[in-house]
Every structure is written in C-alpha cells, then in structure tokens.
C-alpha cells in the first residue's frame, strides 16, 4: 500500500532519503504541537532536560551540548528564566560567564515535556512493532553516527 503523498513523485516515494524528510516533518509538527500545549518549545525541552541530567552549566556549553546557537540558547534561557523554570547567576570562578541552574518547577516542567515526548513518540510510531522501533532506533542511532564521524 503506497500511503505517500499523492502529488509526490513516483520516483521518490521509496527512497529512504524523501522518506526520512516525510517522517521528520510529521515528527516535528508533533513535537512542535504537543510542546506548545505547555506554552514551550523544543529549545526550551532540550535546555531543561541537559540541566536536570547534568546540572548547573554556562550558557555556552549548553548550547554546545544541546546544538543551539548562541543567540538562541540567550533567548530561550530568558524566557525560561521569566517563567521561573531556570536560574541565571554568575559564574562564582569567572564572572564574565553565567551559570543556569533549573528550579524545582523546571524539573517538574522537564518532566512534564518529557511525557508529552513519549506520547509523540507512540503516536509517531503507532504502526511499528516494539521489536521493530528498537530496530528503527538502532539503525536510524547508526546512519546518525555514521554521519557524525570526524
């Protein structure tokens, strides 16, 4: 059964590379709708989430760690930190830096935006078996490093 878009091209429906930016797309309006819900995006997930598994970190390693460009991580960590979900103080060893620390009510907010993740995830891979997500997940956690490479 062809369940690609009807005015897609004949020859790309079967390429794993069309396929893969259909999937994505449907991905990101899933997490881009179950995130809004909360008033939030996935910017703001991915910061919360580096904090509360790592801890306290300077705005620019968490943009590192969380592959957000600077400016970005500026603009989200203020709005995190308006809603009261993070914490901005200065470095105690470099004052020109900043640390961010996640409050109590981040964590609970991580926690939160980490269950609407996993009901995208249900959602998004309904049609699967387990046996064959943890087998989309490991090839699809392969072609990622593979293209990751040095």
């Given at each position: 059964m062809d369940t690609a878009a009807p005015q897609s091209p004949a020859g790309l429906r079967t390429t794993p590379t069309w396929l893969l930016n259909q999937t994505a797309s449907h991905a990101t309006r899933l997490l881009t709708e179950g995130f809004a819900a909360h008033d939030l995006r996935g910017y703001h997930y991915r910061l919360l989430t580096a904090l509360t598994e790592d801890g306290p970190a300077s705005q620019a390693d968490l943009?590192?760690?969380?592959?957000?460009?600077?400016?970005?991580?500026?603009?989200?960590?203020?709005?995190?930190?308006?809603?009261?979900?993070?914490?901005?103080?200065?470095?105690?060893?470099?004052?020109?830096?900043?640390?961010?620390?996640?409050?109590?009510?981040?964590?609970?907010?991580?926690?939160?935006?980490?269950?609407?993740?996993?009901?995208?995830?249900?959602?998004?891979?309904?049609?699967?078996?387990?046996?064959?997500?943890?087998?989309?997940?490991?090839?699809?956690?392969?072609?990622?490093?593979?293209?990751?490479?040095?």
């Open positions: 943009g590192r760690r969380c592959g957000i460009d600077r400016s970005d991580v500026v603009a989200a960590i203020n709005d995190l930190a308006g809603r009261g979900l993070v914490v901005r103080a200065p470095d105690p060893t470099d004052r020109r830096r900043n640390v961010i620390s996640v409050t109590d009510a981040g964590v609970t907010e991580a926690h939160r935006l980490g269950e609407t993740l996993d009901r995208v995830q249900r959602d998004l891979l309904a049609p699967l078996s387990t046996t064959e997500r943890e087998q989309l997940t490991r090839l699809l956690t392969r072609l990622l490093a593979h293209h990751n490479r040095p």
